[in-house]
């Protein structure tokens, strides 16, 4: 069977600590998650100074690497971008979702006294200058990649139950491991999924807009999601289910589903790992940090600090072929209870398939944070 080539990340498209009480059973594989982005990782609610005018945003420096053994037949090259990032909780207001379906709404209304549902808020932007394919002496060259994406989904003690997603995909993607012409190297999509799910998590509807075929609508619904063995979230809130986990260390190995629209539902398997950073990157990002009061390091006997620890996290495809995995770097969690890193993200390298390269993120700039001083 051919490994998916799903959306894990903005560029693959433009190419527990706390158990929730009463969830779950001997024929489930709940995922073990924490709060990693408060100062104590246990609480598994939404803390009520989250909201709009108290959130993270991060911006980070996309950047591509080329392989150091490329695809036989054709290459890709992408542009400078930015992708960023923006993360906290508000009402999730899903009486004026125009495609909600009907069915859908009695739930969330039923689910509070007020009917309203505090939610996680996650949203990303991703772009690129440009993408170059290449064949045989021949290039395409298009100009700005972009996608966009936003999500809702409950907190860790209702493991991250995503509610509603929402991609809006525009980028020319490789299509072939072997071309024969430059129109076999890549194919355009401009287009956006929309994903409804009800609010006991137990089904899903997602609404397909294709603006290549003047705007055609194709419909998709799923049944039975409580039955699946692992714990599902959606492919937009990804960034957030892998900085989530409960043991975030090397020694980190958890199943779950991701459902991303253009491939169903898959199982991935999240690795800690021992990645490692240069030293000056590390030490950049500590600075950052640092400057945003979200590290202090700690001294050595002789005054001179100690360096930044991070985490590494892989996501692998678990089926017949793995295919590329995709790696992120958080600042590490040195207590539990006292938090001060946030498990920030730093850095994100993801594959592109086909042996094309790598898309790498960086932390660039923090523009706010839920660091309250």
Known sequence: MKKPFVILAAITAAGCLLTAAGCGGSNKNRASLASNWYADTTFGRIQPTLTDADKEMMTYAVSFRKPSTGNPTYSVEYGAGTYTTEFYA????????????????SGYANSSATGDVLAYYYKTEFSVDSVTFKYNGNEKVFGEQKMVTECYFLPVANYLRPLYSKQEVKCATPANYQAGSLSQTYVEVDRSYETFYNYSGSKYTTVLTDNLADGKQTVSTRDNLDGLYNTLFDVCQIDIAVRAMGNFSSSLSQAVNFYTPNAGINTYVLSGGNASLSDDERKDYADKLKAADLFT?????????????????????????????????FAAIDNKRNNTTRA??????????????????????????????
């Open 90 to 105: 508000k009402n999730f207001e899903y009486s004026t979702l125009p495609g909600m379906p009907e069915n859908y709404k």
């Open 297 to 329: 390091p700690k001294l050595n006997e002789d005054e001179t600090e100690q360096p930044l620890k991070t985490v590494s996290i892989s996501v692998n495809y678990d089926g017949e072929l793995h295919g590329v995995s995709q790696t992120y770097w």
């Open 344 to 373: 920030t993200l730093l850095r994100l390298s993801t594959p592109l398939p086909y042996s094309l390269g790598t898309i790498d993120y960086k932390l660039d700039t923090i523009n706010s944070t839920f660091w309250n001083k």
